[in-house]
């Protein structure tokens, strides 16, 4: 059976793909690589429209490939495994020499990084992802390699293993040799000019006892030298420094960090905002380094620590990348749109929040736990374990455990303290806590990005005291609030996975999850359909989900443009709209009825329909589900505003 039976329940064509160059490894390695190429490429196209990056026009592959990562879907790793696909299968495509079959075996290493990292980011949680396994050889592939002669298959074997070792193990280890060579030349460096330094500090200190002539400015001064890594880490930044393994100098930090660092000019570090950041950042907001080489920052100082009026440098701000305007702080949607923060900017952004989070381990009769980072910081109460209340209540109040990596290593002990509690309890107490890893792991994947989402909702909550909605997750969140529905289809299917509904709510996420899908990912060109759900919605929790006509909405679409400057000029000052400021009604009607109202209607999958002048709900809605309903399109509805409108001012 192929390793990649998986793949068919999410894409059949690239299962059937990848199942064909798995096939071919043994027989006939050309077409191994040519499939892969086909994969890769394949791949890339299906998730550039997933992602709503692929261009009207067309592209070449290696540009997608390339599209994809400067845009932070897919990590390094994975466009390695792009590029690699492509490149070896164009050569298999267009080179007439033999194709040997570890070549095709690390194809098949290939296709099934990217399989697994599609399958984990875009496929349904309750897959089973399998471990990459070598595939088998078939004893006729066997003897037609050998071509029935005598040599041994311990030596082919030994073959294959030799080419695999001199084309991936040895330039692999080359490389890490050369980095770590690197790494010791700028330790060296650092030395050097710290011992540099030393030494003018002590000249300086023996002509201090030395009558001296110069100015008296002369005497408050002295050199303060550093490498821009620790300079930074002196003045409180959050530094990522990824420079010894060929990345940039990190930043975390948002636009607000724009006068300071622009400083630095002066000195050759010259900084770039990226909005999103990047994997080293999180996705956090950061700057990045623009030069990956040592940089030696050196002030004049006077003795206490503040830079001389002289040296100061007036820096030019066409260095950084600065975006068209700044959205500030933020309200409420409907109040004012204008003072939205840019996405990602955390009004309260926390720099312990930043902090790498790793797995921990725990031991328990013999037997080790590893807990994933996601779980860091979970109290019991949370794991809601069935069954251990004595355990639990003692965990809590006695011994007072408030988070999972508090709990004692040794549970023996409970036996004797607590009444009624015996092995098989301790045993079930342990047996659920593995089950709680578990069903952790399936949420999260092997990924980070399903990973840093769910830590990132977890800390919001807990400082909320409650569940957040989607409008401050995006607002208050440190992570890309548009993550939720590239990973889970919708906020409400993320909170449906991450076990925070209640049963009810379970069942009616379930029940709509079509139209939550619709509200979530339907396409807004401009924001018509969005503000048109408002206006139904204003009607309130009994009655929103009646039909409604052009002329009924007219009203409050016009109100809702004109009051406000910024959707103004965003969404209504065009030549069309610009006729409709004199006469609101009539012609405004005109233009909901052909777009969103009609347009709407004909992408809908048959969640909302428009005929005789109505705009309709197509899907029945129980009495018991319309307040909650109610609450959660709304949710989505604000955001998806917000979010419309922050992207088109900037």
């Known amino acids: 059976m192929s390793i990649f039976k998986f793949l068919c329940e999410v894409n059949a064509g690239l299962s059937d793909l990848a199942i064909q160059a798995e096939a071919d490894i043994w027989m006939n390695s050309r077409s191994t690589l040519t499939q892969g190429r086909l994969f890769s490429e394949e791949l890339a196209t299906i998730v550039s429209k997933m992602e709503k990056v692929e261009p009207v026009y067309y592209i070449k592959p290696s540009d997608r490939v390339q599209l994809l990562s400067r845009k932070d879907i897919i990590s390094s790793e994975i466009k390695d495994s792009f590029d690699w ?15 040997p079959t570890d070549l095709a075996l690390t194809a098949h290493r290939h296709i099934f990084i990217l399989a697994l990292w599609y399958v984990e980011s875009y496929g349904p949680l309750e897959i089973e992802l399998p471990v990459y396994t070598m595939p088998t050889q078939p004893e006729n592939a066997a003897n037609q390699m050998m071509g029935n002669s005598p040599i041994d298959m311990s030596e082919h074997i030994e073959q294959l293993l030799s080419a695999q070792f001199e084309s991936k193990i040895l330039p692999t280890m080359n490389e890490q040799f050369k980095q770590l060579h690197e790494t010791i030349n700028k330790i060296t460096e650092m030395n050097k000019n710290r011992d540099e330094h030393s030494e003018r500090n002590l000249k300086a200190s023996n002509s201090d006892t030395q009558p001296r002539k110069s100015a008296p400015n002369d005497e408050k001064n002295k050199i303060s030298e550093m490498e821009i890594r620790d300079f930074l880490t002196e003045k409180g930044y959050k530094v990522v420094d990824k420079r010894s393994s060929r990345g940039a100098l990190w930043i975390v930090g948002g636009w607000e960090l724009k006068d300071e660092l622009l400083e630095l000019k002066e000195f050759g570090a010259l900084f770039k905002f990226a909005k999103n950041g990047s994997q080293s950042t999180k996705r956090n907001p950061g700057w990045f380094l623009l030069d990956k080489k040592l940089i030696i920052i050196s002030l ?5 620590g503040t830079r001389n009026s002289e040296n100061e ?23 004012s749109v204008e003072n939205y923060k840019p996405n990602n900017v955390a009004d309260d952004y926390d720099e312990e929040k930043a902090e790498d989070k790793t797995e921990f381990r725990k031991a328990f009769l013999n037997k080790e736990l590893v807990f994933p980072a996601s779980m860091v910081g979970m109290s019991l109460v949370e794991l809601n374990l069935k069954g251990n209340q004595a355990i639990l209540q003692y965990l809590i109040n006695d011994l007072k455990v408030s988070t999972i990596q508090n709990l004692p290593e040794d549970l023996s002990d409970l036996q ?53 909605t989607y409008l401050e997750v995006h607002k208050r969140g440190t992570v890309d609030s548009q993550e939720y529905r590239f990973l889970f289809d919708s906020y409400v299917n993320f909170l449906l996975v991450a076990n925070e509904l209640d049963k009810e709510e379970a069942s009616l996420a379930r029940r709509y999850s079509k139209w939550f899908h619709e509200v979530e990912n339907t396409i807004l060109r401009k924001s018509y359909k969005m503000t048109l759900l408002l206006a139904m919605l204003e009607r309130g929790s009994e009655q929103w989900m009646n039909p409604i006509t052009a002329y009924e909405t007219a009203p409050f679409f016009y109100d809702f443009y004109m009051s406000n400057e910024i959707r103004k000029s965003i969404d209504f000052a065009d030549s069309e709209t610009r006729k409709l400021w004199d006469a609101p009604l009539d012609r405004t009607a005109q233009l909901i009825s052909r ?5 709407w209607a004909k992408s809908s999958n048959k969640q909302v329909t428009y005929s005789n002048e109505e705009f309709v709900i197509a899907f029945q809605i129980r009495e018991v589900d319309q307040e909650i309903l109610y609450k959660w399109t709304r949710e989505i509805c604000e955001y998806r505003l917000a979010m419309y409108f922050e992207r088109k001012k900037l």
Request: charged letters at 35%; hydrophobic letters at 35%; proline letters at 6%.
């Open 313 to 335: 440098v007036a820096v030019s701000s066409e260095v950084i990348n600065i975006p068209k305007g700044n959205a500030g702080d933020g309200k409420v949607l409907l109040e």
């Open 85 to 99: 696909l492509r490149k070896n299968g164009n050569i298999a495509a267009h080179n007439s020499k033999p194709i």
């Open 416 to 468: 004797l303290k607590i009444p009624g509690v015996g092995p098989k309890s301790i045993e079930r107490f342990v047996k659920q806590l593995e089950e709680a890893i578990a069903t952790e792991k399936k949420l999260i994947g092997s990924g980070k990005r399903k990973e840093n989402l769910v830590i990132n909702y977890r800390e919001l909550k807990k400082k909320l005291g409650r569940r957040p």
């Open 595 to 599: 777009m969103p109202m009609t347009h």
């Open 300 to 304: 004049d100082r006077s003795k206490d």
